[in-house]
C-alpha cells in the first residue's frame, strides 16, 4: 500500500485525501505529468492483450483453463448483458464494445488491491469519463442512423401527452440524454473506487500509525482490530470492484438499446 499517510511535524496523522491521488512519476505538477494511473492503465491495456492472445490461440472443443474462463466472461457479457439487454436483432455489433468496457473497468478496478500495484485507476476522474464519453457517443449515434436526426429527437417524447406539457417534457429528456447519463455513468464508477480506495487506506495506514506508532496499548489493539477490519474492506471491495464494472457496462446496453427502440 502505498505511503499516502504521513506523519506530521507533531507526530500525529495526515488523512489520505483527492491530492494523494495525482501521483506523477515524470514531470513532476505540470499537466503533461505522467502519472501512475496513467501507467496502470497502459499496463491494463498490455495484460489484457496477453490474455486474450494467449487464450484463444489454440481454441478447441475441450477447452484449457484459460479458454474457459475466457469463454466464461464473454459469455456473461454476451449473454447476460448483449443479448438480454438489446436483443436477439441488433446485439451482436456491440458485443466487443461492451465486452471490451467490462474487462477494461474491472482489469483496472481490481489494481486497488492487487500488490504491488495497489492503485484503483478508475478513482481519477479522468477515465470513467472517456468511457462515459464512447458511451455517449456510441448510443446517440446508433439512435440517429436507426431512426433519423428527426426520428431520433421525435422519440424522446412519450406520444399521447398533453401539447401543453410536451416542450416541458421534451427539454428534461433532453437534459438526460445529453447530460444527466454520461455525468451520472463516470460519477458512480469514479465515486466507487475513489472511496474504496481512501477507506482502504485509512484502515492500512490508520492500524499501522495505531499499532506501531507512539500508542498507548489501548490503542494498539485498536491497531490491530482495524488491520482486521481493513482486510474484511478489502474483500468486499473487491466485490464492489466487480459490480462496478457489470453495472457501468448493463447501463451501457440499457442506453443502447434505448436508442434503437423505436418507441419511447
Request: aromatic share 12%.
Amino acid at each position: 500500500m502505498s505511503l499516502l499517510l504521513t506523519a506530521s511535524e507533531e507526530g500525529g496523522f495526515k488523512a489520505p485525501g483527492p491530492a494523494d491521488f495525482w501521483q506523477p512519476l515524470i514531470g513532476g505538477n505540470s499537466h503533461w505529468a505522467i502519472t501512475r494511473p496513467m501507467v496502470l492503465a497502459l499496463i491494463s491495456l498490455i495484460v489484457l492483450a496477453a490474455w486474450l492472445l494467449l487464450a484463444t490461440r489454440r481454441l478447441s472443443v475441450v477447452p484449457s483453463k484459460g479458454q474457459w474462463m475466457t469463454e466464461a466472461v464473454y459469455g456473461m457479457v454476451r449473454n447476460g448483458v448483449a443479448r438480454d439487454v438489446i436483443g436477439s436483432h441488433d446485439f451482436l455489433k456491440f458485443v466487443p464494445l461492451l465486452f471490451s468496457i467490462f474487462v477494461l473497468i474491472l482489469t483496472n478496478n481490481l489494481f486497488g488491491i492487487i500488490p504491488p500495484l495497489q492503485f484503483p485507476t478508475m478513482s481519477r476522474i479522468g477515465f470513467p469519463t472517456a468511457l462515459a464519453l464512447v458511451v455517449f457517443v456510441v448510443y446517440h449515434v446508433v439512435g440517429m442512423r436507426s431512426m433519423g436526426v428527426g426520428g431520433y429527437f421525435k422519440h424522446m417524447v412519450p406520444p399521447g401527452l398533453p401539447v401543453a406539457i410536451v416542450p416541458l417534457i421534451f427539454f428534461l429528456e433532453l437534459i438526460t440524454y445529453f447530460f444527466t447519463r454520461p455525468v451520472t455513468l463516470a460519477l458512480r464508477l469514479f465515486g466507487n473506487m475513489f472511496a474504496g480506495h481512501i477507506l482502504l487506506l485509512l484502515c492500512a495506514l490508520g492500524g499501522e500509525h495505531l499499532l506501531f506508532g507512539d500508542t498507548g496499548l489501548g490503542l494498539k489493539v485498536t491497531g490491530v482490530a482495524v488491520y482486521a477490519g481493513g482486510f474484511v474492506m478489502t474483500l468486499f471491495e473487491a466485490f464492489v470492484e466487480f459490480l462496478q464494472a457489470y453495472v457501468f457496462t448493463l447501463l451501457s446496453a440499457l442506453y443502447i438499446a434505448g436508442s434503437l427502440a423505436q418507441d419511447h
